[in-house]
């Protein structure tokens, strides 16, 4: 039986009247890339928060590597890394130094601080921008510089949120590629995401999200069943087949205004 990387148990989260995460029990596999999938709105952000130490929830556990998030947080920050959604990063940084600080707050040492910051800026092409304060680095560039800083530990486990929204091809196809490496070397990616080609060409285990509650977990041969895609899967788990889009607005479209 494969090991869990991550163990949720009854995880809620309420914001006033709103449940964003109802009752979640939850395990993820180590060494897999892993998507957790679902519709704007479904609790993906607010879970990952949860699970990474950055948000409190109301019940339930967490466990990340046999570690308990809330019981043993030193522990569990120094296995993982995190590109949370709205990255924000020290912007009066050049992007080494932001990684040379980054390690040193990790308690590495120095000179290997540099060695990985030298190869993560190398291999997410930055190298030529390393001297350029993070202030004036573009979308595709906080992303990947965030994702260097969040793998320079080296990390067990790593939790993106959205890692591709906003990025351009080029920097999506040197991301996919860093991370294809991390999992081939037994690592695990926990990824959200609500863009499903994306996640059927890059995952192995899928969790799908709606409404605070999991619909469906398990490989993703599994999950898709016998639909053509995951799309077709995830629009019925969701409750989405049957929506017709634009019944009602017959007014729109046809030329001139009226």
């Keep these: 039986m494969t090991n869990a990387a991550v163990r949720i148990r009854g995880l809620w989260k309420r914001f006033g009247e709103q449940v964003a995460v109802g009752g979640i029990d939850l395990e993820l596999p180590a060494g897999k890339f892993i998507g957790l999938v679902g519709p704007n709105g479904a609790g993906k952000t607010t879970t990952l928060s949860m699970v990474t130490g950055l948000l409190r929830p109301d ?24 590109l949370p959604e ?15 600080y980054t390690g040193r707050l990790r308690g590495l040492p120095g000179a290997e601080v540099d060695k990985r910051a030298t190869q993560l800026l190398d291999v997410l092409d930055l190298a030529g921008s ?12 906080r992303k990947k510089i965030g994702l260097a800083a969040a793998l320079l530990h080296n990390p067990e486990v790593l939790f993106l949120d959205e890692p591709f929204e906003g990025v351009d091809p080029v920097s999506a196809q040197t991301i996919r590629g860093v991370l294809e490496r991390y999992t081939a070397s037994g690592a ?8 499903m ?36 899967a995830f629009l019925e788990l969701v409750g989405a087949n049957g929506r017709q889009a634009g019944s009602d607005l017959d007014w729109l479209g046809g030329g001139a205004p009226r």
């Excluded at 019940?59 to 890394?81: F, L």
């Excluded at 709205?86 to 040379?100: A, D, I, N, T, V």
């Excluded at 695990?188 to 863009?195: A, D, E, G, I, Q």
């Design 59 to 82: 019940e339930g556990t967490v466990e990340v590597v046999g570690h308990d998030v809330w019981r043993d947080p030193v522990a569990v920050k120094a296995r993982i890394g995190v």
């Design 86 to 100: 709205g990255l924000r990063l020290f912007e009066r940084l050049s992007g080494r130094e932001l990684l040379g």
């Design 130 to 141: 390393q001297h350029k304060l993070v202030v004036d680095y573009s979308t595709g560039m």
């Design 188 to 195: 695990t990616v926990v990824f959200s995401s609500h863009v």
């Design 197 to 232: 080609e994306l996640v059927e060409s890059l995952c192995d285990w899928v969790a799908v999200l709606a409404a605070g509650r999991i619909r469906a977990a398990g490989p993703l041969a599994e999950v898709r069943g016998a639909h053509p895609t995951l799309q077709d």
